[in-house]
């Protein structure tokens, strides 16, 4: 069975410019999830979708951060401006209803300079 | 709300020892613990799940978890360490009563010498 795959698998970019980070989830997994985890943490919860509605958004922050999920199937996060604060891994998760089959991708590698 | 502490940000262990990392939980609701690790380069595997069915829950790699709600506590043993356990270990809660979401904690690093 096919993982949840992520690109680009690492990026750089300069503060204040914009990045796009995509995921496909495991085929039939209805419900997706962007993570954040900075050096040194553990990852923290971003945008949680539900097929394509927004289940959880509450910690995303909203005035630089965007993330869609058209069709239900694949997703995309985006940072537009991004700080250097924002430099991190960002985890796309997916899993069937109840969380069942809970499977992480690999992760986006970002720094910002 | 829900949260997860862990206890130790480091352990270091010899290879056949024991093994202990600590966490202790905090809810609102009958939780759904879990222990994940992490290998440097590589992505999050789950090692366990303990979603209220008996407290003593087995993982993967020989590794085991006790819930005891009356210490809120969810700690990760293993019998006998080996050089490969080392990594990153993270105790997480469930965000929400569906068991979906989820709270890591900041991780504890496990290092085994020979």
């Known amino acids: 069975e096919a993982g949840v795959a992520q690109s680009p698998r690492y990026k750089i970019i300069e503060k204040r410019q914009s990045v796009a980070f995509w995921c496909n989830p495991i085929s039939g997994h209805a419900t997706l999830y962007w993570y954040q985890q900075i050096l040194g943490q553990g990852p923290k919860l971003l945008i949680q979708f539900q097929n394509n509605g927004v289940v959880d958004d509450s910690q995303l922050p909203k005035d630089r951060f965007s993330a869609e999920r058209l069709k239900g199937v694949d997703s995309t996060l985006k940072i537009q401006p991004a700080k250097l604060e924002d430099s991190a891994v960002y985890l796309c998760?997916?899993?069937?209803?109840?969380?069942?089959?809970?499977?992480f991708g690999s992760g986006t590698r970002l720094t910002v300079v | 709300a829900q949260s997860v502490t862990q206890l130790d940000s480091h352990v270091s262990v010899s290879e056949g020892t024991p093994v202990l990392l600590r966490c202790n939980y905090s809810s609102s609701y009958s939780p759904s613990l879990f222990w994940y690790v992490q290998h440097p380069n590589k992505g999050l595997q789950l090692l366990l799940k303990?979603?209220?069915?008996?407290?003593l829950v087995k993982g993967i790699n020989g590794f085991e978890a006790e819930f005891k709600k009356s210490e809120t506590s969810f700690h990760l043993t293993k019998p006998s360490a080996h050089m490969s356990d080392a990594a990153e270990y993270f105790c997480?809660?469930?965000?929400?009563?569906?068991?979906?979401?989820?709270?890591f904690g900041k991780g504890t690093t496990l290092s085994v010498s020979s």
């Open positions: 997480v809660v469930s965000h929400n009563q569906a068991g979906t979401a989820l709270i």
């Open positions: 998760a997916s899993s069937l209803e109840g969380g069942r089959g809970y499977t």
């Open positions: 303990y979603t209220s069915a008996a407290t």
